[in-house]
């Protein structure tokens, strides 16, 4: 059973930056794929990035990946997103996500079954 507990959310004035953890367990031994995804209210569900633990191959959305970046620590089973230059609309759920590689190859897809509890983002001044 994949368990993953998402850290580092917070209320941050516009400009500022944030780095959120996803703490993973119960992995075993298989190769998986970790991402991000956020959920604004009354929006949809919006894939963020999304990493490979095989072989570090990476994914983010064009819309945040000159600000975004994410990043795994192996030894750990730990996965960041470190967000820079945060903007009000950034605001949201952010929740972590785990299944196998495929669902990151090309993109980030929507059908990754294992989710954590999320953490808030607020970017307010």
């Known amino acids: 059973q994949v368990q993953l507990v998402e850290s580092g959310g917070g209320l941050v004035q516009p400009g500022g930056s944030l780095r959120l953890s996803c703490a993973a367990s119960?992995?075993?031994?298989?190769?998986?794929?970790i991402g991000w995804f956020r959920q604004a209210p009354g929006k949809e569900r919006e894939g963020i990035s999304c990493i490979r633990t095989v072989d570090g191959w990476s994914y983010t959305i064009q819309s945040v990946k000159d600000r975004f970046s994410i990043s795994r620590d192996n030894t750990n089973d730990t996965v960041y997103l470190q967000m820079d230059s945060l903007k009000p609309e950034d605001t949201a759920v952010y929740y972590c996500v785990a299944d196998a590689p495929i669902y990151c190859d090309g993109g980030i897809s929507e059908g990754f079954r294992n989710r954590g509890q999320g953490t808030q983002v607020t970017i307010s001044s």
């Open positions: 119960g992995l075993g031994d298989r190769y998986w794929a």
